[in-house]
């Protein structure tokens, strides 16, 4: 699990052996945003925290 977020954020080298077509193209492009996006609002949240105190 944690060497396929790694090869998501582009700090692995990508699998060789790994298939390759469109759909899985996809997927991992939509697990790609779907990971950047919750890291973007944990940033937020923890900003939140911290502006309000």
């Known amino acids: 699990m944690w ?3 790694l ?3 582009y700090l692995r080298k990508k699998d060789p ?3 390759d077509n469109i759909n899985v193209k996809f997927m ?3 697990n790609r945003i ?3 996006m919750f890291l973007f609002a944990l940033v937020v949240i ?4 911290f ?3």
């Open 17 to 19: 052996n790994a298939p």
């Open 34 to 36: 779907s990971i950047f």
């Open 7 to 9: 090869q998501y954020l």
């Open 28 to 30: 991992h492009g939509m």
């Open 51 to 53: 502006v309000k105190r």
């Open 46 to 49: 923890v900003i939140r925290l």
């Open 3 to 5: 060497k396929q977020i």
